[in-house]
């Protein structure tokens, strides 16, 4: 069992930063897969970013590569989305996420467990 728990979300202009924090319960943080992901108001939820367990792989969703940066310290057991460039269109409710496996998660149903989401404002 992983309990997650979203934080670092606010209100920030456009241009502006925010670094989300996702810390994680349970001794075997360090054997899943981990993910960003976030919904907005009437539209479905899309991943943003992905690690693989070990940190050694990510992959960015185009609408945010080059401004996101997703990172992971095992031994903290937390996964980080640092968020550059803000714009209004990144506005949503982000999740963070666990799967149970060893490789790069792309879809949302492969992960087992679900933080509460954090919400990130953008304004223009």
């Known amino acids: 069992q992983v309990q997650l728990v979203e934080s670092g979300g606010g209100l920030v202009q456009a241009g502006g930063s925010l670094r989300l924090s996702c810390a994680a319960s349970?001794?075997?943080?360090?054997?899943?897969?981990m993910g960003w992901f976030r919904q907005a108001p009437g539209k479905e939820r899309e991943i943003v970013a992905a690690?693989?367990?070990?940190?050694?792989?990510?992959y960015y969703a185009d609408s945010v590569k080059g401004r996101f940066t997703i990172s992971r310290d095992n031994a903290k057991n937390t996964v980080y989305l640092q968020m550059n460039s803000l714009k209004p269109e990144d506005t949503a409710v982000y999740y963070c996420?666990?799967?149970?496996?060893?490789?790069?998660?792309?879809?949302?149903?492969?992960?087992?467990?679900w933080g509460q989401g954090t919400q990130v404002t953008v304004s223009s």
């Open positions: 349970g001794r075997t943080f360090s054997s899943y897969a």
């Open positions: 690690i693989r367990w070990s940190g050694g792989s990510t």
């Open positions: 996420a666990a799967a149970a496996e060893v490789g790069l998660i792309l879809e949302h149903l492969r992960y087992n467990y």
